[in-house]
């Protein structure tokens, strides 16, 4: 089966609407009423999260919203992102409060199976400044995660941007795994898929996954100046021939934890020249292809990028990347 098993959208949704009223009943999210003042405190909370993102600047939104509204919302828009009302997309995703005895926390939005398939989608996520560093958001996800798989849904899925690296890295810290990469980092819990370990060190790093409160050794990386060392054990090369999830997803997770850590992506020339090719999904290369255009793309709208620096990319401009 794939990520969303073999379900029609009527289940798919009934299912998905299921997960919502559990998570309302057990007081963990508050639907967004259709009241203009709060709506309009929910969007705020968008764009303070851009503006946290792209600029690095905490903007509380209960406090400031007339000052994101008048002078950063023109700047953290500029790639033509519309932060238009929550309710109009409904259908596709339902918006809600994150609460914490009994307090509004921040925002969350969930999938309501219309686009997204069988896994609970999960996004505008956001803390407001005042309830930062008290797990609010690692509890959301899990309470939702387990709310999905409690009512039928192989588990939950949430897309960053590349560039907003403390979401990429605290997600890799709840031991999400990487499900992909073409708009944005898709990162995953699914039934099926054990807890992945990673360690990486300032030379070397090693990925495995934790079967029986053991962890299976499958992949060591290393640095080789620009390039990227990377030896695959016989336990990963058995996944391979399953051709089972994590043979699919592993690569690709550790891939994206490297480059975190500034670790180069390239291999060898051969494998950076079929970068673009399909075979190529999911491998460093395909990464450190995708993160030179995400780059490029932010740069050109004047969006601050502070990452890692991946050995061997040249950072071209947009224009310049065929």
Known sequence: MGDDDAVGDDDVERRLRAVHAAL?????IDPLAMDDAETRLWIDCELASLVENRFFERVDPAARGAELRAVWAPRATRDGLQLGSPHAGARYVAPYWLVREGRRVGTIALSTGGLGGALLEVSSLYVLPAHRGRGVA???????????????????????????????????????????????????WRRGLPAHDIAIGDAEATFGVVVDGRKEHLLRASREGERLGWVESPRMEAHRGERSDVARLAPATFAVALAARGFPLVRS??????????????????????????????????????????????????????
């Open 24 to 28: 309302v009943t057990e007081g963990a």
């Open 269 to 322: 020339e051969d494998r950076w020249r079929a970068r673009r090719d399909p075979s190529c999904a999911g491998e460093p290369e395909g990464l450190a292809h995708r993160i030179e255009l995400f780059e490029a793309v932010d740069r050109s709208f004047g969006f601050d990028v502070r990452t890692p620096r991946i050995p061997g990319l040249l950072y071209r401009a947009y224009e310049d990347i065929a």
């Open 138 to 188: 690692s509890a959301a996800l899990r309470r939702a995660d387990g709310a999905a798989r409690a009512h039928g849904a192989p588990g939950l899925r949430v897309r960053t941007p590349w560039a907003w690296q403390r979401a990429v890295r605290f997600y890799l810290g709840l031991r999400m795994w990487v499900a992909g990469w073409a708009d944005a980092i898709e990162l995953t």
